[in-house]
């Protein structure tokens, strides 16, 4: 029996998405602010979770990253009365796996539900990202390289992740911003050359390439 964690704060829509998930064969936990939301999503006893955005404490985009960060791939669907495609890309950039806009039927919210964890069972889990020579353990959060192992800073990591997952691909320092700072970076700051340096020192020069006036990418 799927284990369904939902964090919505008004108690009306928590109610109704409770009961027809029972109704339907679910086992659901509603969590009323992000906090206790997180704590929960964090506990491994859930098979995936329904996210408002606007909830007390760590709002859903905190908790949607803080989630990520600590690499737990919980399918998350994000149920939200935002609508705006700003708020949806953030999402969906931020690890969300589904967006849903309030009000909505809950036939379709079920229908989702249903994919999401069909599409969790099947995906195997990837442990080590790699490139050549150079590997990538997301479990232990270390490098290593021809054979040597590399710590890495906590930045460093979701770096060189972000790296290892777009191979080839040429990313924007905004892009790397946004996706390694989040929402409170500032767009002038020339943290993120700072850190490549830092992984070229500890990977090699040619890990990452400069692509002039564009951003970097991994050959």
Do not use: C
């Not at 969590?31 to 909830?55: E, K, N, P, Q, V």
């Not at 767009?187 to 992984?199: C, F, K, T």
Request: net charge neutral; hydrophobic share 40%.
């Amino acid at each position: 029996m799927n284990r369904i964690l939902i964090a919505e704060d008004e108690e009306r829509i928590a109610s109704f998405v409770e009961k027809g998930l029972r109704s339907n064969g679910f086992t659901t936990t509603v969590a009323a602010d992000g906090d206790t939301a997180l704590d929960h999503a964090l506990s491994g006893r859930f098979d995936l979770m329904l996210l408002d955005i606007g909830l007390p404490g760590r709002d859903g985009f905190t908790v949607l990253r803080e989630l990520r960060e600590s690499r737990v791939t919980l399918p998350v669907v994000v149920l939200t009365a935002r609508d705006s495609v700003r708020d949806t890309v953030a999402g969906l950039e931020g690890g969300a796996d589904d967006w849903m806009t309030k009000p909505f039927r809950f036939e379709e919210l079920l229908a989702r539900v249903r994919l999401r964890l069909r599409t969790a069972a099947r995906a195997p889990e990837v442990t080590v990202l790699r490139s050549g020579d150079l590997g990538l353990d997301l479990r232990t959060r270390r490098a290593r390289v021809s054979g040597r192992t590399v710590d890495l800073t906590a930045r460093e990591f979701v770096l060189l992740e972000l790296f290892l997952r777009h191979p080839g691909q040429v990313l924007s320092r905004e892009q790397i911003l946004s996706h390694v700072w989040g929402y409170d970076f500032d767009p002038g700051s020339n943290i993120v050359d700072v850190y490549v340096r830092a992984l070229r020192k500890k990977l090699g020069a040619e890990r990452l390439e400069t692509v002039r006036g564009m951003g970097y990418r991994m050959p």
